[in-house]
């Protein structure tokens, strides 16, 4: 199917963050920075649970996916925001603009699934130790990155074949950073009745289930907890998790934060502050708090400092 086909528009217009013109020197410096920390942390991440053998485990096995896909989510949106910014050309084709969507979307569910997989394998870790090599096998956690990605995939693609049926007329401005399908789905001058009956469907499958599935997850991690009867075993059951819930915490606190709860910036704002925290804040504080909370990454991280010192030397 050719997208160009659908469409009388050749191109949108990201009309980007709402700051003043004078402020874009000091926002762009600063998303720079937030953007090579983003990439060099989580590519750190792989590179530490890639090289330490003692990282070979399922947890962190999920977590080296977590941060590939921290680093592709932050890639779809920051360089075209930066790039705007720099060179103040707003403009971007039609077909970028739905290639675009199609990959946030993409990274979007993907994190929320792969969020899920290791909320499952604390939830095994933690309940039943003894079963725990045996559930989580190899194959168990290479079925759950798989279906992650072809679950992420058809959500997707359901959008963006749905988006290319659509017509867009005269406005063609997006009040965004990004080409974000709500946006999108207001600008079109076509019944978009269908394409939001399957963004609820879908966004049920995709967000409401997997946050189900975590939510249960712990609370059984809380329940086994509570019946451990030493200080020292509720100490060390919290630290293989802590970090996993501070990163679902961050992740799923921003949705309710700005979506369920009445705010008196616009609606538009708020959606954008929310994508920046999605693609920009979020997949930024991972690494430290993936490394900073983690006595096994710590470890893995002087190990790999000595071997560089040895080398230097």
Same mark, same amino acid.
């Given at each position: ?137 190899? %194959? #168990?956690?290479?079925? =759950? ?5 072809? $679950? +992420?995939?058809? @959500?997707?693609?359901?959008? *963006? ?71 020292? %075993? #509720?100490?060390?059951? =919290? ?5 996993? $819930? +501070?990163?679902? @915490?961050?992740?799923?606190? *921003? ?59």
């Amino acid at each position: 199917m050719r997208l160009e086909n659908q469409s009388s528009v050749s191109e949108f217009f990201l009309l980007g963050l709402p700051i003043r013109p004078e402020q874009q020197g000091v926002f762009f410096t600063l998303f720079l920075g937030m953007y090579l920390t983003t990439v060099l942390g989580n590519l750190l991440i792989i590179l530490l649970i890639r090289l330490d053998s003692r990282l070979h485990t399922p947890m962190y096995y999920f977590l080296s996916h977590l941060a590939f896909t921290d680093v592709s989510f932050s890639s779809v949106t920051v360089p075209k925001m930066l790039i705007n910014m720099h060179t103040q050309d707003q403009s971007i084709l039609y077909a970028g603009c739905v290639t675009h969507m199609y990959f946030f979307i993409f990274f979007t569910d993907l994190d929320n699934f792969l969020l899920t997989s290791m909320a499952y394998d604390r939830y095994v870790a933690i309940c039943h130790p003894l079963h725990y090599a045996t559930i989580m096998r190899g %194959g #168990v956690c290479i079925l =759950l990155v798989a279906v992650s990605w072809i $679950l +992420s995939c058809a @959500s997707a693609l359901s959008h *963006t074949l749905l988006l290319a049926q659509l017509s867009f007329c005269a406005d063609n401005s997006i009040p965004h950073f990004f080409c974000d399908l709500g946006v999108l789905l207001k600008l079109s001058c076509s019944d978009t009745s269908l394409n939001e009956l399957v963004i609820f469907t879908v966004g049920v499958a995709v967000i409401t289930l997997p946050l189900i599935c975590i939510l249960i997850s712990y609370g059984h991690i809380g329940a086994t907890i509570l019946k451990v009867p030493s200080a020292r %075993g #509720v100490f060390k059951a =919290l630290s293989t998790c802590g970090s996993h $819930l +501070s990163v679902v @915490s961050l992740y799923y606190g *921003t949705i309710i934060g700005l979506y369920f709860f009445p705010s008196s910036s616009s609606s538009s704002e708020k959606n954008i502050i929310a994508s920046v925290m999605y693609t920009v804040v979020t997949p930024l504080l991972n690494p430290f708090i993936y490394s900073l909370r983690n006595r096994d990454m710590k470890g893995a991280l002087e190990k790999l400092f000595n071997r560089a010192k040895v080398l230097c030397q």
